[in-house]
């Protein structure tokens, strides 16, 4: 009986100490998401070269997508890679949302410019 028991406690001292080491390294082998950073950096840059912040749902995404990029960096300084990588994707689509709500914005804003000229126009006689 004691036989058993020493062999059985030695197995369960083995398979929890195996155990503990590959959590150990499949934790700590995530590697840090640069490329996902360059890519939420380049749509953040985007959505403010496009005026993001001029339009009020545009700007809502951008300051969000500024302060995902912010959590993420501090995520990759606390080390957990993969939740900050998750973060990045947020970011990257907050940045894209707000490039095509200030592009929409800038879209309507011309069409509606084009109408008002061409009723200008209607009313002046030069097109019918």
Same mark, same amino acid.
């Given at each position: 009986? +004691?036989?058993?028991?020493?062999?059985?406690?030695?197995?369960?001292?083995?398979?929890?100490?195996?155990?503990?080491?590959?959590?150990?390294?499949?934790?700590?082998?995530?590697?840090?998401?640069?490329?996902?950073?360059?890519?939420?950096?380049?749509?953040?840059?985007?959505?403010?070269?496009?005026?993001?912040? *001029?339009?009020?749902?545009?700007?809502?995404?951008?300051?969000?997508?500024?302060?995902?990029?912010?959590?993420? +960096?501090?995520?990759? *300084?606390?080390?957990? *890679? +993969?939740?900050?990588?998750?973060?990045?994707?947020?970011?990257?689509?907050?940045?894209?949302?707000?490039?095509?709500?200030?592009?929409?914005?800038?879209?309507?804003?011309?069409?509606?410019?084009?109408?008002?000229?061409?009723?200008?126009?209607?009313?002046?006689?030069?097109?019918?």
């Amino acid at each position: 009986m +004691k036989l058993v028991t020493r062999t059985t406690s030695s197995f369960t001292l083995v398979l929890v100490a195996c155990t503990a080491a590959l959590g150990s390294v499949g934790c700590g082998s995530y590697p840090a998401p640069q490329e996902r950073m360059i890519a939420s950096q380049s749509s953040l840059r985007a959505a403010q070269e496009v005026g993001a912040q *001029n339009n009020p749902q545009a700007a809502l995404h951008l300051k969000l997508a500024q302060e995902q990029i912010e959590e993420a +960096k501090q995520l990759m *300084n606390d080390g957990e *890679n +993969k939740r900050a990588e998750f973060v990045l994707l947020r970011a990257g689509s907050d940045a894209e949302l707000a490039v095509a709500l200030a592009r929409e914005a800038s879209a309507r804003a011309d069409a509606q410019k084009a109408l008002d000229e061409l009723k200008q126009l209607k009313a002046e006689g030069g097109v019918q």
